[in-house]
Protein backbone atom coordinates (compact mmCIF):
# COMPACT_ATOMS: atom_id res chain seq x y z
CA UNK A 1 0.00 0.00 0.00
CA UNK A 2 0.62 3.64 -0.35
CA UNK A 3 2.91 5.25 2.76
CA UNK A 4 4.88 8.44 2.88
CA UNK A 5 7.24 8.67 6.18
CA UNK A 6 8.57 11.88 7.05
CA UNK A 7 12.12 11.93 9.10
CA UNK A 8 14.64 14.63 10.48
CA UNK A 9 15.70 16.88 13.38
CA UNK A 10 12.78 18.15 15.66
CA UNK A 11 14.86 21.36 17.12
CA UNK A 12 16.74 23.79 15.01
CA UNK A 13 18.50 26.80 15.79
CA UNK A 14 17.65 29.89 13.52
CA UNK A 15 19.96 30.72 10.73
CA UNK A 16 20.54 26.83 10.55
CA UNK A 17 19.52 24.78 7.52
CA UNK A 18 16.90 22.16 7.70
CA UNK A 19 17.32 18.76 6.44
CA UNK A 20 13.84 16.61 5.66
CA UNK A 21 13.40 12.97 4.29
CA UNK A 22 10.11 11.84 2.96
CA UNK A 23 10.56 8.11 2.02
CA UNK A 24 7.89 6.54 0.58
CA UNK A 25 6.70 2.71 -1.08
CA UNK A 26 3.85 1.43 -2.80
CA UNK A 27 4.35 3.94 -5.73
CA UNK A 28 7.49 5.07 -7.82
CA UNK A 29 8.98 7.95 -7.76
CA UNK A 30 9.24 8.07 -10.91
CA UNK A 31 5.46 7.98 -11.90
CA UNK A 32 4.34 10.34 -9.31
CA UNK A 33 4.88 13.99 -7.46
CA UNK A 34 5.54 14.67 -3.76
CA UNK A 35 4.96 17.51 -2.16
CA UNK A 36 5.82 19.53 0.80
CA UNK A 37 2.86 20.80 3.14
CA UNK A 38 3.78 22.77 6.27
CA UNK A 39 1.54 23.47 8.69
CA UNK A 40 2.36 26.29 11.88
CA UNK A 41 0.59 24.64 15.19
CA UNK A 42 -2.83 25.43 15.36
CA UNK A 43 -2.80 26.93 11.58
CA UNK A 44 -3.74 25.56 8.23
CA UNK A 45 -2.03 24.11 5.41
CA UNK A 46 0.57 25.47 3.34
CA UNK A 47 2.05 24.42 0.00
CA UNK A 48 5.61 24.77 -0.06
CA UNK A 49 6.71 23.31 -3.17
CA UNK A 50 6.75 19.67 -5.05
CA UNK A 51 8.99 17.47 -7.10
CA UNK A 52 7.18 16.21 -10.34
CA UNK A 53 7.60 12.66 -11.74
CA UNK A 54 9.90 14.14 -14.37
CA UNK A 55 12.31 15.75 -11.57
CA UNK A 56 11.32 18.88 -12.10
CA UNK A 57 10.31 21.24 -9.19
CA UNK A 58 7.93 24.01 -8.33
CA UNK A 59 8.27 26.09 -5.32
CA UNK A 60 6.23 28.26 -3.14
CA UNK A 61 7.69 32.32 -4.03
CA UNK A 62 7.30 33.09 -0.19
CA UNK A 63 9.92 30.01 0.50
CA UNK A 64 11.46 29.65 -2.78
CA UNK A 65 14.49 31.57 -2.56
CA UNK A 66 15.37 29.27 0.81
CA UNK A 67 14.43 26.37 -0.49
CA UNK A 68 14.88 23.13 -2.32
CA UNK A 69 13.67 19.90 -3.03
CA UNK A 70 15.41 16.88 -4.68
CA UNK A 71 15.04 13.22 -4.83
CA UNK A 72 17.06 10.00 -4.91
CA UNK A 73 14.51 7.56 -7.08
CA UNK A 74 16.58 4.25 -6.22
CA UNK A 75 16.23 4.92 -2.86
CA UNK A 76 12.24 5.97 -2.91
CA UNK A 77 13.67 9.26 -1.23
CA UNK A 78 12.75 13.06 -1.25
CA UNK A 79 14.40 15.67 0.00
CA UNK A 80 13.88 19.09 1.35
CA UNK A 81 16.48 21.11 2.31
CA UNK A 82 15.61 24.65 3.61
CA UNK A 83 18.13 27.72 4.93
CA UNK A 84 17.91 30.42 7.26
CA UNK A 85 15.38 29.14 9.20
CA UNK A 86 13.40 31.35 11.15
CA UNK A 87 11.25 31.28 14.16
CA UNK A 88 8.11 31.35 11.97
CA UNK A 89 9.34 28.00 10.12
CA UNK A 90 8.09 26.19 13.06
CA UNK A 91 5.54 23.50 12.37
CA UNK A 92 5.18 20.32 11.04
CA UNK A 93 6.00 19.34 7.88
CA UNK A 94 4.58 17.11 5.67
CA UNK A 95 4.73 15.01 2.60
CA UNK A 96 2.10 14.08 0.35
CA UNK A 97 1.90 12.47 -3.13
CA UNK A 98 0.63 14.73 -5.63
CA UNK A 99 -1.71 13.51 -8.52
CA UNK A 100 -0.42 15.20 -11.70
CA UNK A 101 -3.66 15.94 -12.93
CA UNK A 102 -5.94 17.61 -10.98
CA UNK A 103 -3.18 18.47 -8.49
CA UNK A 104 -4.51 17.06 -5.42
CA UNK A 105 -2.51 15.43 -2.43
CA UNK A 106 -3.98 11.49 -2.14
CA UNK A 107 -1.77 9.95 0.54
CA UNK A 108 0.35 11.84 3.49
CA UNK A 109 3.03 10.84 5.61
CA UNK A 110 2.57 11.61 9.36
CA UNK A 111 4.07 14.92 9.44
CA UNK A 112 7.93 15.73 11.61
CA UNK A 113 7.18 18.62 13.90
CA UNK A 114 10.05 21.17 13.91
CA UNK A 115 10.75 23.59 15.98
CA UNK A 116 13.12 26.95 14.81
CA UNK A 117 14.29 28.11 18.73
CA UNK A 118 17.27 29.61 20.30
CA UNK B 1 -2.19 32.74 -5.76
CA UNK B 2 -6.11 31.99 -5.71
CA UNK B 3 -7.50 32.83 -2.23
CA UNK B 4 -9.83 30.42 -1.19
CA UNK B 5 -12.20 31.63 1.68
CA UNK B 6 -13.96 28.98 3.70
CA UNK B 7 -17.24 29.73 5.74
CA UNK B 8 -18.15 29.17 8.38
CA UNK B 9 -14.38 29.19 10.30
CA UNK B 10 -16.15 26.87 12.99
CA UNK B 11 -19.57 24.26 13.39
CA UNK B 12 -21.28 22.88 16.20
CA UNK B 13 -23.50 20.29 15.12
CA UNK B 14 -25.72 18.11 16.52
CA UNK B 15 -25.20 14.13 15.99
CA UNK B 16 -27.23 13.14 12.62
CA UNK B 17 -27.66 17.20 11.45
CA UNK B 18 -26.39 17.62 8.40
CA UNK B 19 -23.31 20.42 7.72
CA UNK B 20 -22.38 22.23 4.71
CA UNK B 21 -19.06 24.49 4.47
CA UNK B 22 -18.41 26.68 1.97
CA UNK B 23 -15.41 27.48 -0.06
CA UNK B 24 -15.22 30.83 -2.48
CA UNK B 25 -12.66 31.40 -4.48
CA UNK B 26 -11.33 34.88 -5.47
CA UNK B 27 -10.93 33.76 -8.94
CA UNK B 28 -12.95 31.18 -10.93
CA UNK B 29 -11.48 27.68 -11.06
CA UNK B 30 -12.73 24.90 -12.84
CA UNK B 31 -14.31 22.31 -10.76
CA UNK B 32 -11.95 19.10 -11.66
CA UNK B 33 -9.06 21.42 -9.24
CA UNK B 34 -11.09 21.93 -6.32
CA UNK B 35 -10.74 19.69 -3.23
CA UNK B 36 -11.62 18.81 -0.05
CA UNK B 37 -9.63 17.41 2.88
CA UNK B 38 -10.59 16.05 6.55
CA UNK B 39 -7.89 16.14 9.67
CA UNK B 40 -8.70 15.10 12.72
CA UNK B 41 -7.13 16.15 15.50
CA UNK B 42 -3.34 15.06 16.31
CA UNK B 43 -3.72 13.64 12.61
CA UNK B 44 -2.60 14.26 9.10
CA UNK B 45 -5.06 15.61 6.78
CA UNK B 46 -6.95 13.10 4.40
CA UNK B 47 -8.18 13.51 1.21
CA UNK B 48 -12.29 13.44 1.50
CA UNK B 49 -13.24 14.83 -2.07
CA UNK B 50 -11.41 15.06 -5.01
CA UNK B 51 -12.34 17.61 -8.67
CA UNK B 52 -15.51 19.00 -6.39
CA UNK B 53 -17.82 15.80 -5.90
CA UNK B 54 -15.96 12.55 -6.73
CA UNK B 55 -15.16 10.58 -2.64
CA UNK B 56 -12.02 9.16 -2.28
CA UNK B 57 -11.46 5.58 -1.98
CA UNK B 58 -13.27 4.49 1.83
CA UNK B 59 -14.96 7.75 2.18
CA UNK B 60 -18.44 6.92 3.37
CA UNK B 61 -21.79 8.37 0.77
CA UNK B 62 -22.70 10.87 3.67
CA UNK B 63 -19.74 13.33 2.49
CA UNK B 64 -20.35 15.01 -0.76
CA UNK B 65 -19.32 18.27 -2.68
CA UNK B 66 -20.73 20.54 -5.41
CA UNK B 67 -19.78 23.90 -7.35
CA UNK B 68 -18.48 25.25 -9.88
CA UNK B 69 -16.64 28.43 -10.63
CA UNK B 70 -15.98 30.60 -7.76
CA UNK B 71 -18.44 28.82 -5.32
CA UNK B 72 -18.09 25.28 -4.06
CA UNK B 73 -19.60 23.35 -1.17
CA UNK B 74 -18.92 20.26 0.81
CA UNK B 75 -21.75 18.58 2.64
CA UNK B 76 -21.92 15.67 5.52
CA UNK B 77 -25.76 14.16 5.42
CA UNK B 78 -25.85 13.27 8.37
CA UNK B 79 -22.74 14.05 10.92
CA UNK B 80 -21.54 11.14 13.30
CA UNK B 81 -18.60 11.47 16.31
CA UNK B 82 -16.21 10.28 13.65
CA UNK B 83 -16.41 13.06 11.70
CA UNK B 84 -15.21 15.84 14.16
CA UNK B 85 -11.73 17.36 12.51
CA UNK B 86 -11.09 20.48 10.33
CA UNK B 87 -11.96 20.81 6.71
CA UNK B 88 -9.92 22.14 4.32
CA UNK B 89 -10.92 22.90 0.52
CA UNK B 90 -8.04 23.18 -1.72
CA UNK B 91 -7.64 24.10 -5.17
CA UNK B 92 -4.72 23.48 -7.65
CA UNK B 93 -5.94 25.05 -10.93
CA UNK B 94 -3.46 27.96 -10.74
CA UNK B 95 -0.06 27.71 -9.09
CA UNK B 96 0.28 28.06 -6.15
CA UNK B 97 -2.05 25.36 -4.70
CA UNK B 98 -3.69 26.84 -1.96
CA UNK B 99 -5.79 25.70 0.98
CA UNK B 100 -8.42 27.88 2.55
CA UNK B 101 -8.02 28.47 6.23
CA UNK B 102 -10.40 25.43 7.35
CA UNK B 103 -13.58 24.64 8.95
CA UNK B 104 -13.73 23.25 12.94
CA UNK B 105 -16.26 20.51 13.44
CA UNK B 106 -17.82 20.05 16.69
CA UNK B 107 -20.08 18.11 18.29
CA UNK B 108 -23.06 19.47 21.06
Known amino acids: QVQLEESGPGLMQPSETLSLTCTVSGFSLSNNGVGWVRQPLGKGLVWMGT???????NYNSAVQSRLSISRDTSKSQVFLKMNSLQPEDTGTYYCARQSRVYYYFDYWGQGVMVTVSS | AIVLNQSPSSIIASQGEKVTITCRANSSLSSNYLHWYQQKPGAFPKLVIY???YRASGVPFRFSGSGSGTSYSFTISRVEAEDVATYYC?????????FGAGTKLELK
Open chain 1, 51 to 57: IWAAGST
Open chain 2, 90 to 98: QQGSSNPPT
Open chain 2, 51 to 53: STS
